[in-house]
T-cell receptor, first 111, second 115 residues
Framework: TQLLEQSPQFLSIQEGENLTVYCNSSSVFSSLQWYRQEPGEGPVLLVTVVTGGEVKKLKRLTFQFGDARKDSSLHITAAQPGDTGLYLCAGARRSNYKLTFGKGTLLTVNP | DTGVSQDPRHKITKRGQNVTFRCDPISEHNRLYWYRQTLGQGPEFLTYFQNEAQLEKSRLLSDRFSAERPKGSFSTLEIQRTEQGDSAMYLC?????????????FGPGTRLTVL
């Protein structure tokens, strides 16, 4: 059972376009982390959101945690080819410490 | 470089052989995790250590898998009698252990191919 659903699974856009990817769950998480992974490498942590309704910005990336702490979104403004990669969301609960990952959104930004 | 390191980066083995992977976490991180990632999937939790104690094991971790963290620093993951289904990227992560955020930092992974 996939506890975290990410959409879309694949996204191919042109440089300069905006995009949003989604991470949805029926479960509540104490925190949610977004990672970016390139082929053959480990995931790199982008941001952690903790509070329901929280919005964090990282340059052209905007992350939002849902009010109920069940879902999250990542918005990229003016995408660049360097943004290409697999974007993973992962939820954590205070009851244990393991991360539950979604399948990821594979983003390709064409020059 | 003070990030998580893993060795080897790639391993090709024949079915039935044993393999061992090593993970060196970020210094002073007391929690260490192993995950497995197959093509088209996100990482899946395998096991977790706090210092030298192994606190949780996934049911994905069959009897052929064993992990250790003898001195609470580096960790090893051994797979005995490898099978083709064990082919995957094995990822190690560490965290400093803040209960709320639990930010985990990943190593580059070990890509295992079982022929």
């Amino acid at each position: 059972t996939q506890l975290l659903e990410q959409s879309p699974q694949f996204l191919s856009i042109q440089e300069g376009e905006n995009l949003t990817v989604y991470c949805n769950s029926s479960s509540v998480f104490s925190s949610l982390q977004w990672y970016r992974q390139e082929p053959g490498e480990g995931p790199v942590l982008l941001v952690t959101v903790v509070t329901g309704g929280e919005v964090k910005k990282l340059k052209r990336l905007t992350f939002q945690f849902g009010d109920a702490r069940k879902d999250s979104s990542l918005h990229i403004t003016a995408a660049q080819p360097g943004d290409t990669g697999l974007y993973l969301c992962a939820g954590a609960r205070r009851s244990n410490y393991k991360l539950t990952f979604g399948k990821g959104t594979l983003l390709t930004v064409n020059p | 470089d003070t990030g998580v390191s893993q060795d080897p980066r790639h391993k090709i083995t024949k079915r039935g052989q044993n393999v061992t992977f090593r993970c060196d976490p970020i210094s002073e991180h007391n929690r260490l995790y192993w995950y497995r990632q197959t093509l088209g999937q996100g990482p899946e939790f395998l096991t977790y250590f706090q210092n030298e104690a192994q606190l949780e094991k996934s049911r994905l971790l069959s009897d052929r898998f064993s992990a250790e963290r003898p001195k609470g620093s580096f960790s090893t993951l051994e797979i005995q009698r490898t099978e083709q289904g064990d082919s995957a990227m094995y990822l190690c992560a560490s965290s400093v252990g803040l209960a709320v955020t639990n930010e985990q930092f990943f190593g580059p992974g070990t890509r295992l191919t079982v022929l």
